[in-house]
């Protein structure tokens, strides 16, 4: 089969790249070795920027977000005993949006089924072939165990960290840039109501903690754990009690404890993949970059390629090549600034092994510095809520 642009990957930066594409009128199919229900039952951030937003109403596909979603304008910050609010809205005038992307993928999967355009799930053997010239195409096994080719004239690779490509491209064109932590985030996702009704981010002796939350009565809970660690060594009471442990008194005292729904350990990267593009083959999200999920930037950087990748071929398609060829430069200025953000929020906040008494205390100045310095307060937040996109 023949089409404009072949997606392969649909969470939700396919998804997203596929609304914008159907927008401007550009033909693009979907393809996608998991299920759909597996792909929905993913569990992944719910922090958006502004700037992912405005692309998801761009795309069509924001009402439920709106009706639904939470604005935040601020979060906290707490170490010891102390706590202290960082005022987004005030020092920036933006605010972000808590939606969970699950409920992202859901109305985006919802309105490519209602638009009628083609998505194949469950797809077998995915390669893609031909990129470094002008008949790309992508080939793979369908559900009826016959073979599919389509040929595009650009494949969108948004197919994940471990997808085929980004390790299609030859070793020579590509440079990885990757630092792995030494420990991960035990989460928990329960339905209980959140103990704040903004974010907590906690620095405690025993180790980092994240309260957050996917609805008013739905909460996802975080604890920095040892990469040694597994799930089924940490029973529900474990974790809530190591959570307590890392809240000020004042806060773990509201804690609503309960069943999990579920219950993951996520080890943490920060990865980049230069540069982005490769003849008419384009990567776009975890395809090429991974950051920690402290500063909430994964699902918003995948966001802002897919915007950049769609602005570049609609203009593609009106005549210049202007937006593809500057599309690798325009996301990796974004992505780095990004990295720089995740890692420095991750090293703020977290317990880290080498860091010794000296290193401590310096982490403890440096939140102290943080919570009586407006200036120190702005650069966090401005880069909490997001960078805009270049024009």
Same mark, same amino acid.
């Given at each position: 089969?023949?089409?404009?642009?072949?997606?392969?990957?649909?969470?939700?930066?396919?998804?997203?790249?596929?609304?914008?594409?159907?927008?401007?009128?550009?033909?693009?199919? &979907?393809?996608?070795?998991?299920?759909?229900?597996?792909?929905?039952?993913?569990?992944?951030?719910?922090?958006?920027?502004?700037?992912?937003?405005?692309?998801?109403?761009?795309?069509?596909?924001?009402?439920?977000? =709106?009706?639904?979603?939470?604005?935040?304008?601020?979060?906290?910050?707490?170490?010891?005993?102390?706590?202290?609010?960082?005022?987004?809205?005030?020092?920036?005038?933006?605010?972000?949006?808590?939606?969970?992307?699950?409920?992202?993928?859901?109305?985006?999967?919802?309105?490519?089924?209602?638009?009628?355009?083609? @998505?194949?799930?469950?797809?077998?053997?995915?390669?893609?072939?031909?990129?470094?010239?002008?008949?790309?195409?992508?080939? *793979?096994?369908?559900?009826?165990?016959?073979?599919?080719?389509?040929?595009?004239?650009?494949?969108?690779?948004?197919?994940?960290?471990?997808?085929?490509?980004?390790?299609? &491209?030859?070793?020579?064109?590509?440079?990885?840039?990757?630092?792995?932590?030494?420990?991960?985030?035990?989460?928990?996702?329960?339905?209980?109501?959140?103990?704040? =009704?903004?974010?907590?981010?906690?620095?405690?002796?025993?180790?980092?903690?994240?309260?957050?939350?996917?609805?008013? @009565?739905?909460?996802?809970?975080?604890?920095?754990?040892?990469?040694?660690?597994?799930?089924?060594?940490?029973?529900?009471?474990?974790?809530?009690?190591?959570?307590?442990?890392?809240?000020?008194? =004042?806060?773990?005292?509201? &804690? @609503?404890?309960?069943?999990?729904?579920?219950?993951?350990?996520?080890?943490?990267?920060?990865? &980049?993949?230069?540069?982005?593009? *490769?003849?008419?083959?384009?990567?776009?999200?975890?395809?090429?970059?991974?950051?920690?999920?402290?500063?909430?930037?994964?699902?918003?950087?995948?966001?802002?390629?897919?915007?950049?990748?769609?602005?570049?071929?609609?203009?593609?398609?009106?005549?210049?090549?202007?937006?593809?060829?500057?599309?690798?430069?325009?996301?990796?200025?974004?992505?780095?600034?990004?990295?720089?953000?995740?890692?420095?929020?991750?090293?703020?906040? =977290?317990?880290?092994?080498?860091?010794?008494?000296?290193?401590?205390?310096?982490?403890?100045?440096?939140?102290?510095?943080?919570?009586?310095?407006?200036?120190?307060?702005?650069?966090?937040?401005?880069?909490?809520?997001?960078?805009?996109?270049?024009?």
């Amino acid at each position: 089969m023949r089409t404009q642009v072949a997606i392969v990957g649909a969470g939700p930066s396919g998804l997203l790249l596929g609304a914008l594409l159907h927008k401007a009128g550009i033909e693009a199919v &979907v393809i996608e070795q998991r299920s759909a229900d597996y792909v929905l039952g993913r569990i992944r951030a719910g922090v958006l920027e502004q700037v992912t937003v405005d692309l998801l109403d761009e795309a069509g596909v924001g009402e439920r977000m =709106h009706a639904e979603g939470l604005p935040h304008d601020g979060f906290e910050l707490s170490f010891g005993d102390r706590t202290h609010r960082i005022d987004l809205h005030a020092l920036t005038g933006k605010r972000v949006m808590v939606y969970g992307q699950t409920e992202v993928t859901r109305d985006l999967m919802h309105a490519r089924a209602a638009a009628g355009l083609q @998505t194949f799930y469950e797809s077998q053997g995915v390669s893609v072939h031909d990129f470094d010239g002008t008949k790309p195409c992508v080939r *793979f096994t369908g559900t009826d165990g016959q073979p599919v080719e389509v040929q595009a004239d650009f494949i969108a690779g948004c197919d994940g960290f471990h997808g085929v490509c980004r390790a299609s &491209v030859p070793g020579g064109a590509i440079t990885n840039f990757e630092k792995v932590y030494p420990f991960g985030w035990l989460g928990i996702l329960a339905d209980v109501p959140p103990v704040s =009704h903004e974010l907590i981010y906690a620095s405690a002796d025993a180790g980092f903690a994240l309260c957050s939350m996917r609805s008013k @009565t739905r909460s996802r809970y975080y604890v920095q754990c040892s990469l040694a660690d597994k799930v089924e060594e940490w029973s529900d009471d474990a974790f809530w009690a190591e959570l307590k442990r890392r809240l000020p008194a =004042h806060v773990a005292a509201q &804690v @609503t404890t309960g069943p999990s729904i579920e219950k993951s350990i996520a080890p943490l990267r920060s990865f &980049v993949a230069e540069p982005m593009r *490769f003849g008419r083959l384009f990567l776009a999200g975890d395809a090429a970059h991974i950051v920690p999920p402290t500063g909430a930037k994964g699902l918003n950087l995948a966001a802002t390629d897919v915007g950049y990748l769609a602005r570049g071929l609609a203009e593609f398609y009106r005549g210049s090549e202007a937006g593809i060829d500057a599309y690798s430069e325009r996301c990796l200025r974004r992505i780095w600034k990004a990295e720089r953000f995740s890692w420095w929020f991750t090293s703020l906040m =977290h317990k880290l092994p080498d860091n010794g008494p000296f290193g401590a205390r310096v982490q403890q100045a440096e939140l102290d510095y943080l919570c009586g310095s407006e200036a120190a307060q702005r650069a966090l937040a401005e880069n909490y809520v997001g960078l805009p996109m270049e024009a």
